[in-house]
């Protein structure tokens, strides 16, 4: 049974009919006392609980009611509906405990998935499961190791997966946060449908709205054609938002625009489109600080993190470095054609030991580089050793300030400073040398006031 509270007949009416035709059946309840006697008679399995009892649309009551009802009944999930104009009133309900909000009008079909999904998600979570019969149940052909902590999280997204439940992805670079995602779509009822990728830290703010959202033909000088955006592209299928920490406070408002109302408008028109898309988040900074900070909207992380799932670093887990290892030189014998190649057991003895700051990405570099520079198939200690510190890592380690000297972002000045003056304002090469796109050094070259040639862009 759901319970339906809400002061309006009309409301809980057309949310009986709409669940019920859904297979739910519930209860409603007018006001806050009505509510509390069905909670005395019943547990629901979920409760719809419109924040505003009163013409003031203060949301007291409705934030009090909610207080009672995780007193009353801690375990039952709580779904908020509130207008759009008092989504921080639904904030604070969430950091109360709700575990989700929807705001009036409500779209059907989201209002359902998030029902569903809830639901699906409070269900109680089966053993854990070894590597074999996570594989016999999904698809995670490309997901490498069997640490105990990659289990648990494999099964967390196996579970998720059928679901339309929005989900963050953290850790830090090189954990394979961009594999988890695409995991998650191919064990989901979308997987026959578009998996689109989106790169925030590489888009400008300037080209946000076009690159998202598309375009009309003449929105702008060169708009000369009309052109579909990244969300039309993923319709009925799943948007993966990478780094979505490098979003600006403007971006933010409007990509929280399309995640709540799931309509947009192409740059340059005034007809509103519906996008049905599952959102996947992905960052290596912690968004919880940003909020702190005021660099990330609190409404937007709520909406973004209903599920999180935080990737261990590959020192974590180190055991899994040997079959990683091994993985990636079985897939350079076909790739390089040199089928002999293979490592030592001295050589997976130590590869395990190796601190590998840039985790899966930097071991994979690291084998590469020496399978391509060692002109011998049997890869031994020694051979690692004269690649480890082939990078541009080697001659920056012995120049880094001390530890709380500089933060990241005087860090981060400094080195696009340096580079700028090395590579002479080429923005281009500037941009190669950091290892980042021209758009995401645009974004940081803004943020920082750098001046470049704007001849480069």
């Known amino acids: 049974m759901l319970l339906l509270i809400d002061d309006d007949p009309a409301i809980r009416t057309s949310l009986t009919l709409l669940l019920k035709k859904e297979g739910y059946a519930t209860k409603g309840a007018g006001s806050p006392r009505e509510a509390m006697e069905l909670l005395k008679l019943e547990t629901p399995e979920l409760i719809l609980l419109d924040l505003n009892f009163s013409i003031e649309t203060s949301g007291d009551e409705g934030m009090q009611l909610l207080g009672r009802i995780r007193k009353a009944a801690p375990a039952v999930p709580v779904i908020l509906i509130t207008g759009w104009g008092t989504i921080d009133l639904a904030v604070r309900g969430m950091k109360e405990g709700a575990v989700d909000f929807i705001t009036k009008p409500w779209q059907n079909d989201y209002l359902v998935q998030s029902v569903r999904t809830i639901l699906n998600l409070a269900a109680p979570a089966p053993a854990s499961a070894g ?14 190791g069997q640490d105990p902590r990659l289990l648990d999280i494999l099964q967390t997204i196996g579970r ?12 830090e670079s090189g954990t ?12 989901s009822k979308r997987r ?6 989106v790169n925030l830290g590489g888009i400008s703010s300037t080209l946000f709205e076009s690159e998202l959202f598309g375009h009309v033909r003449g929105a702008f000088t060169d708009a000369k054609t009309d052109r579909a955006g990244r969300f039309e592209m993923a319709h009925k299928g799943t948007i993966f938002l990478d780094e979505i920490g490098e ?19 192409p740059l340059g028109s005034s007809k509103s489109r519906t996008v049905d898309v599952r959102v996947i988040c992905a960052t290596n900074r912690n968004l919880e600080d940003m909020v702190a900070q005021g660099t990330f909207r609190e409404d937007l992380y709520y909406r973004i993190n209903l599920i999180t799932v935080k990737l261990p670093a590959l020192r974590e887990r180190p055991e899994d470095i040997p079959v990683l290892s091994e993985f990636f030189v079985n897939n350079l014998k076909t790739i390089y054609q040199r089928p002999g190649l293979q490592l030592t057991g001295a050589a997976l003895k130590w590869l395990r030991t190796l601190p590998l700051q840039g985790n899966i990405r930097q071991l994979k570099n690291l084998v590469e580089r020496t399978v391509l520079l060692s002109g011998k198939d049997l890869l031994d200690i020694a051979d690692f050793q004269s690649n480890l510190h082939g990078g541009p890592q080697a001659s920056v380690r012995s120049h880094f300030p001390e530890v709380g000297t500089l ?24 941009a190669r040398s950091l290892g980042i796109t021209r758009f995401a050094l645009y974004r940081r070259l803004e943020k920082y006031g750098i001046s470049y040639d704007a001849e480069e862009i």
């Open 247 to 265: 979003l600006d406070l403007a971006s933010q408002v409007k990509l929280l625009r399309v995640l709540q109302e799931r309509t947009f408008e």
């Open 407 to 430: 933060t990241l972002e005087e860090m981060e000045f400094q080195m696009i400073n340096k580079a700028m003056q090395f590579h002479q304002n080429k923005v281009s090469k500037v």
């Open 192 to 197: 026959q449908c578009a998996f689109i990728k």
């Open 160 to 171: 998720v997966a059928p679901t339309d439940a929005p989900v963050l992805i953290t850790g």
């Open 131 to 144: 590597r074999r019969k996570l594989d016999q149940q999904y698809h995670f052909e490309n997901i490498v």
């Open 176 to 187: 394979g946060k961009e594999l988890i995602a695409e995991a998650i779509h191919l064990n």
